[in-house]
C-alpha cells in the first residue's frame, strides 16, 4: 500500500498560520486523507479528515487538490502547544496507512 | 483523555518471554485497534477487531496473537520477544460506521515494551 509523503519538519512561528503540505499521488477514489497528530510522549489524536472537498473544522482547515493528488494541512494560528508531528493518512477501507509524519516546531 | 486506557503503561522484560498488552476502549466503541512504534517511526497497524471479531490484519508478526472479549476489551500477546520489538504499542478505539468509509480513530495513551 502506498504511503504519503511529507516533508520530515518543518518551522513556523507563534501566532501565524502553517499550511502542512501532503502528496498521495496514488490515492484511490474511495480513500480518505486524514490528519492526526502526536504531541510529544503521547498517543496520536484526530485533526481532520475529508474526501474531495474541503474541510474546516476548529482544530483545522484542509484543502485537498482538485485531482487528489496533494493535500495541506492548515493551522490558522500556531500556537506553542500546536508543536507535534502530524501524520497525513491514507484511509482505506477500514485502515490508516501511516506515513513518517512531519516534525512542526513553533518558534515563541 | 480520549477515553481509551491501556496498562501497563511501561513493562520490561527479557527475550523469549511472552507478554500481554490491555486495551480498554471508549464506552460505546466496537472497534479496537493495534498498533506498534518504534523509536522515531510512524505507526504501523497491527490489527482490528470489531465486535469480538477479527476484521482487519496489518504487519503483525506470527509470534504475535490478540484477541477482543464480550466486554470489547481487547488483549495484544507477544511472545517469544525479541530486542526489536522494543517499542511503544498503542491501542485505540472508534465507533465502526458502515463499510466504505474509515472511523475517527481515538488512542490510547500507548504501553512502553523494553525487551532487554
Known amino acids: 500500500d502506498a504511503k504519503t509523503t511529507q516533508p520530515n519538519s518543518m518551522e513556523s512561528n507563534e501566532e501565524e498560520p502553517v499550511h502542512l503540505p501532503c502528496n498521495h499521488s496514488t490515492i484511490s477514489g474511495t480513500d480518505y486523507i486524514h490528519w492526526y497528530r502526536q504531541l510529544p510522549s503521547q498517543g496520536p489524536e484526530y485533526v481532520i479528515h475529508g474526501l474531495t472537498s474541503n474541510v474546516n473544522n476548529r482544530m483545522a482547515s484542509l484543502a485537498i487538490a482538485e485531482d487528489r493528488k496533494s493535500s495541506t494541512l492548515i493551522l490558522h494560528r500556531a500556537t506553542l502547544r500546536d508543536a507535534a508531528v502530524y501524520y497525513c493518512i491514507r484511509g482505506s477501507n477500514y485502515q490508516l496507512i501511516w506515513g513518517a509524519g512531519t516534525k512542526l516546531i513553533i518558534k515563541p | 483523555d480520549s477515553g481509551v486506557t491501556q496498562t501497563p503503561k511501561h513493562l520490561i522484560t527479557a527475550t523469549g518471554q511472552r507478554v500481554t498488552l490491555r486495551c480498554s476502549p471508549r464506552s460505546g466503541d466496537l472497534s479496537v485497534y493495534w498498533y506498534q512504534q518504534s523509536l522515531d517511526q510512524g505507526l504501523q497497524f497491527l490489527i482490528q477487531y470489531y465486535n469480538g471479531e477479527e476484521r482487519a490484519k496489518g504487519n503483525i508478526l506470527e509470534r504475535f496473537s490478540a484477541q477482543q472479549f464480550p466486554d470489547l476489551h481487547s488483549e495484544l500477546n507477544l511472545s517469544s520477544l525479541e530486542l526489536g520489538d522494543s517499542a511503544l504499542y498503542f491501542c485505540?478505539?472508534?465507533?465502526?460506521?458502515?463499510?466504505?468509509?474509515?472511523?475517527?480513530?481515538?488512542f490510547g495513551p500507548g504501553t512502553r515494551l523494553t525487551v532487554l
Open positions: 485505540a478505539s472508534s465507533v465502526s460506521l458502515e463499510r466504505g468509509v474509515t472511523d475517527t480513530q481515538y
